[in-house]
């Protein structure tokens, strides 16, 4: 039985992406606001807390999420339209419906969870191409 490889410059390049994405996702450009409003914070909320442990256990998380996939995806009969799609079938199935229940028990609104969810299907996603290109 042949066994898959796993490429830690595409699990590295992968989950930069997805901390890239998080970061334009969330921005202002994009769905920053409703996020904000969805979360009843203020400009004042987001200077709370320590910006360095934010961002470095976010890049941490987004690397162990990246390996992960990347271990899903390892085998040898693994093709790029599989990568992606099994990705966006994480992102979409695990991740964002998984968030989805957790938020439904929280009260929170649909916006919340479709913000969060595309978020995390869209990511998953490009991890997903990422690594069954980086093969």
């Known amino acids: 039985m042949e066994t898959g490889t796993i490429n830690l410059w595409a699990i590295l390049a992968a989950a930069l992406a997805n901390f890239v994405i998080g970061g ?24 709370k807390g ?30 790029l339209g599989f990568a992606v799609a099994a990705g966006t079938a994480g992102g979409l ?16 609104s649909w916006r919340y969870i479709l913000v969060n969810g595309g978020y ?5 996603a490009m991890m997903g191409l990422i690594l069954g290109a980086w093969r």
């Not at 996939?69 to 009969?77: D, R």
């Open 24 to 47: 334009m996702w969330y921005s202002p450009a994009l769905f920053g606001k409703v996020w904000m409003r969805a979360n009843g914070f203020n400009d004042a909320d987001m200077k």
């Open 50 to 79: 320590s910006p360095l442990l934010i961002f470095g256990m976010s890049f941490v998380f987004c690397l162990l999420m990246s390996a992960n996939l990347a271990g899903f995806l390892s085998g040898p009969e693994t093709t």
């Open 93 to 108: 199935g695990w991740a964002a419906l998984g968030l989805g229940v957790v938020a439904l028990f929280e009260r929170r």
């Open 120 to 124: 995390l299907t869209f990511s998953f």
